[in-house]
């Protein structure tokens, strides 16, 4: 069998790979393991002062989760507005229009 997994949050030691290895040893024995451990980069600054804005990296949440939260939040950071969600039904009619 194949296992995928990733963890999140704050690694609370030095050796990360010990953190898991309760988990690991209730899988039995593992042929091969690869182990990596990436920071969670983010923003210094929200952008405003110099027009640069710039998203966190990508976590581990499913189907994207907070990538997509932390893009509408650029959004309003550079609109100065929330998106709207409500005007992509108008405009996805609009295209299907165009393209007829």
């Known amino acids: ?5 990733q963890s999140t949050g704050t690694v609370e030691t030095s050796n990360p790979e010990a953190e898991l290895e ?3 040893r209730l ?3 593992i ?13 210094s600054d929200d952008g ?3 027009n640069i804005f710039i998203s ?3 976590d581990a949440t499913t189907h994207f989760e907070t990538t997509c939260e932390d ?5 309003e950071k550079i609109t100065g507005e929330p998106f709207d969600f409500a005007t992509l039904d108008s405009k996805l009619e609009e295209f299907k229009n165009l393209a007829e």
């Open 1 to 5: 069998a194949v296992v995928s997994t």
């Open 22 to 24: 309760p988990g690991m």
């Open 48 to 50: 405003k002062d110099d």
């Open 31 to 43: 042929v091969e393991k690869f182990v990596s451990v990436s920071d969670l980069m983010v923003p």
């Open 71 to 75: 893009i509408i939040k650029i959004y």
């Open 27 to 29: 899988l039995g024995p």
């Open 56 to 58: 966190s990296s990508f």
